[in-house]
């Protein structure tokens, strides 16, 4: 929380509940969602927060009207979540050293969210092929050590190519039910996940018989 009486008020609202308050540091980085099926790693990807990509030409504002026009021409059930140069988004910018009439440079990206949420949405990266080994060891030792057969794991870490006790990285959740093909990387991996739980191809065997 940037606002200290914000942050008084939480603490205030806390202590009426409980005497005992934890306080937890924050940790620097890209929040990695890392997918374990059968014991072993299936795929990981990078969850950015919501951006706009610089032309070199459009400002920002113009650049999110654009991406908004062009969302809203997509069929209902798979447009993004709207984007909007909100209180958020515009805090988001000054973070960065930017206003809604800054022109982004071709190829920059430019997040409108300090993180990635459920509520907010995100861009999500294929980062498998770039996993450090130390990375996938730990995420399939924290999956067997909750006796789950699959299982998304989020690590918040800089860098998910260095080891994560190199980073100061942290196994912030463990989700035992975690959502697959919900987004197009993760459907790509869905047979593979299915391979690794059916014996042979998958085809149920049938005899017929013919005559009398």
Same mark, same amino acid.
């Given at each position: 929380? =940037? =606002?200290? #009486?914000?942050?008084?008020?939480? /603490?205030?609202?806390?202590?009426?509940?409980?005497?005992?308050?934890?306080?937890? +540091?924050?940790?620097?980085?890209?929040?990695? +969602?890392?997918?374990?099926?059968?014991? +072993?790693?299936?795929?990981?990807?990078?969850?950015?927060?919501?951006?706009?990509?610089?032309?070199?030409?459009?400002?920002?504002?113009?650049?999110?009207?654009?991406?908004?026009?062009?969302?809203?021409?997509?069929?209902?059930?798979?447009?993004?979540?709207?984007?909007?140069?909100?209180?958020?988004?515009?805090?988001?910018?000054?973070? #960065?050293?930017?206003?809604?009439?800054?022109?982004?440079?071709?190829? #920059?990206?430019?997040?409108?969210?300090? /993180?990635?949420? $459920?509520?907010?949405?995100?861009?999500?990266? =294929?980062?498998?092929?770039?996993?450090?080994?130390?990375?996938?060891?730990?995420?399939?030792?924290? $999956?067997?050590?909750?006796? /789950?057969?699959?299982?998304?794991?989020?690590?918040?870490? $800089?860098?998910?190519?260095?080891?994560?006790?190199?980073?100061?990285?942290?196994?912030?959740?463990?989700?035992?039910? &975690?959502?697959?093909?919900?987004?197009?990387?993760?459907?790509?991996?869905? &047979?593979?996940?299915?391979?690794? /739980?059916?014996?042979?191809?998958?085809?149920? &065997?049938?005899?017929?018989?013919?005559? =009398?």
């Amino acid at each position: 929380i =940037d =606002d200290e #009486q914000k942050l008084l008020r939480a /603490f205030k609202a806390a202590a009426a509940l409980s005497k005992l308050v934890l306080v937890e +540091r924050e940790v620097p980085g890209l929040c990695y +969602r890392l997918m374990v099926a059968n014991g +072993r790693l299936l795929y990981a990807l990078r969850r950015k927060p919501r951006e706009v990509v610089g032309d070199g030409r459009h400002s920002i504002a113009e650049l999110v009207r654009l991406r908004q026009a062009a969302a809203e021409k997509a069929p209902p059930w798979s447009r993004d979540k709207p984007l909007a140069l909100d209180a958020d988004a515009l805090a988001t910018l000054a973070g #960065q050293g930017l206003q809604a009439h800054s022109v982004p440079a071709a190829g #920059q990206g430019v997040a409108l969210r300090r /993180f990635e949420s $459920t509520a907010w949405g995100g861009v999500h990266e =294929d980062v498998s092929a770039s996993v450090h080994p130390a990375n996938i060891e730990i995420v399939e030792r924290a $999956t067997r050590l909750l006796g /789950f057969a699959n299982a998304g794991i989020d690590i918040i870490t $800089t860098d998910i190519a260095r080891p994560w006790h190199e980073t100061g990285a942290i196994v912030n959740e463990v989700n035992y039910a &975690p959502l697959l093909g919900g987004g197009e990387i993760s459907r790509r991996h869905i &047979p593979e996940f299915l391979r690794r /739980f059916l014996a042979g191809d998958g085809r149920i &065997p049938i005899d017929a018989v013919v005559g =009398d």
